[in-house]
């Protein structure tokens, strides 16, 4: 049967360019099961009751036998996204004390005009060259600064945490018949070092506070609970590359999308103020995020099939935000879109803790950016992907700026 | 015919969040007509929740709290003008000065006001007063921001328990006087009231449960100075707030035939009013807190919401249906949503918790202070409500509009299994044994017994 091979085709990397055609036929399957037991879903509201379902784990340790990564003692630093409550609940609270409400509700607007002038000193840079690449030069470096500047972290150091961060994210993907545990053992060894590396960096700050993330971490006061040195490490690591090896996605994903549709680009370029809607658009349309992993931890029935306890279980958000029984056209990129509740940033408990920095980043780029892109053409389309299908966005975008947009 | 639907003229009475989002509705439907749409108060419709909230806090002026117009609904505002009477058959509203505003078709959306205090000397001391209007909340903001000894809270509802947290926060002290077992009893039961009363008393409200208040008490300058309990206490303080729950507008509405007394005005699943013969009118709608209607999911029993959500959905329903012919009208089936911050926890509901006759406490604990409550009622899911796990909210919604059984199946992700505790009676007190409102209230019959008929006497 075909869909038993759906994962393994949409985590082809062949297929990394445009998966969509393959999540309808996921829909129209329903609850595709794989080869190796686990199942694929990719219907809207079949993953939204999953996403609000306690019976859903996002622990990769509930996973039954057959389907166990790592052992226990070598996933010792298990970030808040891939806990349950009440152990998820307590660290994310804690690490939302210095970056969201209720105690530090400005936090992240206040970013604004640094966010602004990071952006102008890279669209500064373009000037007088006629090819760039805006991953390279531009996507990849903005959340970079911003997470570094947020957290704490020396901007001068990303050729270090770079690998690192390769690392883990690698070993986060999604990949159908493959032995993971090579990988999962990469990311874990690339986690504790990169853990090592921002408590160091916290340490330093202890009893001299500044106003980063990090500083905050070892400075809170404790009658909340404080981060334990592990939970520190597990959160700054999530923080730091959560918070940017997204949004470079986004970025990028978003310009290829409106070098893609011309007449879409002419009226944000008239009409900024479309911008925030067209952001949510993006995110629904060419979203970061592709797929979620989760483990039922009792037998769930969804859509005529029951999930076994301890089967993993793939979510493919990025064709959920497609499913035309939830959003009318949904393969039609509409800026001005409405009641466009995506599944970008995910939903339930887990729903993305970055979300606001990056739509603030993602607001602020293109709109920067939009001048640029008005006589900018793609020199490679579909241009080169990263490898992952779970985190999904080009590797690079080559732009040439000189020469006039062919108008179709 | 469809075509005259979206013409000649339709009034709305009650310039509130209902009539606002009604008028927007008609418009966007194209309704083409005259639209004229009444006020009692001098305002333009405003933002009720922010009252009890920022707006005593001194977050938020009073003035601030307006309600974002959607669009330019182009209607004739006749603000500070009170409807006094309905003409069905002449198929006009009579207002106040004596003038008659004619229509084609009417939206009722008069809402409610403040339960008064029942002994009207008492009520007129200075420093007494109820928080349902941006005057009042205004006035108590003021009165606050003066540096009061003490401030009595008469009623532990959800108004009254809001209020008392902005109290605390602002470092006043404050005395709840509650008639029930605890606050919140009448919109959540026994067990949430329980987790209310300890998260009051945490934060240093003087919580009097079991009590009522037997006189307010003044100075010869008719100045309020305290009040006296059954339980032969004495509080001294120097202002008063009455939460003791709401009103239905419809006295206005006493010689018009329609279905109108204290539980509000009854019409059908797609807003239409019922006569009080119970049969539907094709011209009056009605909407919002005014309004009882039959639920399905509840039996078809008449509910009566005093939800901001409920408010806004109906009335889209209702206008929906006040220019669209028969087959395409819709009925207003939205599953009841509520919600409320007090003491620094936030408190979510969906479906009729005081439609049960168990609870569970699904997720969480008590002890915790951070809880998934489940109610049913005779073995099928109907309510659940949440303190600071609203994310968890959609599923239960869930279980409600499929009718899941009652208790939900076990083993959720926190750790222990779905069912903590074991399913308790919901302790859902009988609403007419109860001064301060639920913000729910079923109406025919209770959720225990089974009756099928009920004369509402008007």
């Known amino acids: 049967m075909a869909v038993d091979t759906l994962l393994e085709r949409i985590t082809d990397y062949a297929s990394r360019p445009d998966p969509y055609p393959l999540y309808a036929e996921l829909r129209e399957a329903g609850v595709a099961r794989q080869t190796d037991g686990s199942y694929l879903i990719g219907g809207y509201h079949d993953i939204v009751a999953l996403l609000h379902d306690p019976r859903l784990s996002s622990d990769r340790r509930n996973r039954a036998a057959p389907y166990h990564g790592l052992r226990e003692d070598e996933e010792t630093l298990v970030p808040f996204l891939r806990l349950d409550d009440p152990e998820h609940h307590r660290l994310r609270a804690l690490a939302m004390r210095p970056f969201g409400p209720p105690h530090s509700p400005g936090r992240v607007d206040a970013m604004r005009g640094e966010i602004a002038r990071i952006t102008r000193e890279l669209a500064e840079a373009f000037r007088g060259r006629t090819h760039l690449d805006l991953v390279d030069d531009f996507a990849y470096p903005l959340p970079v600064t911003v997470i570094c500047r947020l957290l704490g972290v020396p901007r001068e150091d990303e050729p270090v945490f770079r690998d690192w961060s390769t690392t883990i994210i690698d070993a986060f993907d999604v990949r159908s018949g493959e032995d993971a545990d090579k990988r999962q053992r990469a990311g874990a060894q690339a986690r504790t070092e990169m853990g090592r590396y921002l408590v160091d960096l916290a340490e330093r700050r202890r009893g001299q506070p500044d106003d980063t993330m990090l500083s905050a971490f070892v400075n809170a006061p404790a009658a909340d609970g404080v981060l334990i040195r592990e939970e520190l490490a597990a959160t700054a690591v999530l923080l730091l590359v959560a918070g940017h090896e997204t949004t470079v996605n986004l970025i990028t994903n978003g310009v290829l999308t409106l070098l893609r549709h011309p007449d879409q680009l002419d009226r944000l370029l008239r009409e900024p103020q479309l911008m925030p809607t067209a952001v949510e658009e993006l995110l629904r349309y060419e979203p970061p995020v592709h797929l979620l992993q989760r483990v039922p931890l009792a037998h769930i029935d969804v859509a005529g099939t029951t999930l076994p306890k301890g089967v993993p279980v793939v979510l493919a958000v990025a064709s959920g935000s497609r499913d035309p029984r939830r959003f009318q056209n949904p393969d039609r990129f509409d800026p001005t879109r409405q009641d466009n509740q995506h599944l970008g940033f995910g939903s339930g408990i887990h729903l993305c803790y970055g979300a606001p920095l990056a739509r603030i980043e993602a607001q602020t780029a293109l709109t920067a950016l939009l001048p640029h892109l008005s006589t900018a053409t793609l020199t490679e389309d579909p241009p080169p992907y990263r490898h992952s299908a779970l985190l999904r966005g080009p590797r690079h975008l080559p732009l040439d700026l000189a020469s006039p947009r062919n108008k179709g | ?458």
């Open chain 2, 1 to 458: 015919m469809p075509g005259d639907l979206r013409d000649g003229r339709i009034v709305i009475v009650g310039a509130s969040l209902a009539g606002l989002r009604a008028a927007e509705t008609l418009r966007d439907e194209g309704f083409t007509g005259s639209l004229t749409v009444l006020g009692e108060e001098p305002w333009p419709p405003y933002d009720r929740p922010p009252l009890t909230k920022q707006v005593l806090l001194g977050t938020a002026a009073p003035e601030s709290t307006g309600l974002p117009m959607r669009r330019d609904v182009d209607a004739d505002w006749r603000l500070g003008v009170r409807a006094d009477g309905l003409d069905p058959i002449g198929k006009r509203v009579l207002l106040a000065g004596g003038e008659a505003l004619p229509y084609d078709r009417l939206l009722i959306a008069t809402g409610t006001r403040a339960r008064p205090w029942p002994h009207p000397e008492q009520a007129a001391l200075d420093g007494v007063l109820a928080v349902r209007t941006r005057d009042d909340a205004a006035h108590l903001a003021d009165r606050l921001a003066a540096g009061p000894r003490r401030v009595l809270v008469i009623g532990g509802g959800f108004t009254g328990s809001e209020i008392a947290s902005a109290c605390r926060e602002r470092d006043i002290e404050v005395t709840v006087a509650e008639r029930g077992p605890g606050p919140l009893v009448g919109a959540l039961g026994g067990t949430l009231a329980k987790l209310a009363a300890g998260l009051q008393r945490a934060h240093g409200v003087d919580l009097r449960c079991g009590v009522t208040v037997t006189a307010l008490r003044g100075d010869d300058k008719g100045r309020f100075t305290g009040a006296d309990l059954s339980d032969g206490s004495r509080i001294d303080a120097d202002v008063c707030v009455i939460a003791l729950g709401a009103v239905r507008n419809v006295e206005w509405l006493a010689d018009s035939g329609l279905a109108a007394g204290p539980h509000g005005v009854a019409c059908d699943a797609g807003c239409r009013a019922f006569t009080r013969y119970g049969i539907v009118t094709d011209d009056v709608f009605v909407a919002g807190d005014v309004s009882r209607f039959p639920h399905p999911l509840f039996d078809y029993q008449m509910l009566s919401l005093e939800h901001w959500g409920n408010a806004v959905a109906q009335a889209e329903v209702a206008a929906h249906n006040m220019v669209s012919p028969g087959p395409l009208r819709r009925p207003h089936l939205g599953v009841p949503v509520f919600w409320s911050n007090h003491f620094g926890i936030s408190i979510k509901s969906v479906g009729v918790p005081t439609f049960s006759d168990q609870v569970v406490v699904a997720q969480g604990s008590v002890a915790e202070r951070r809880l998934a409550a489940v109610y049913g009622y005779q073995g099928r899911v109907t309510a659940a409500v949440t303190v600071d796990m609203g994310k968890w909210l959609e599923h239960y919604q869930r279980l409600i509009e499929t009718a899941a059984p009652f208790p939900p199946a076990p083993g959720a992700a926190d750790g222990h299994p779905l069912i903590s505790e074991l399913p308790v009676p919901s302790d859902v007190p009988d609403p007419a044994g109860l001064s301060h409102g639920p913000t729910v209230a079923l109406t025919g019959h209770l959720p225990d017994r089974r009756l099928t008929v009920r004369h509402s006497g008007t």
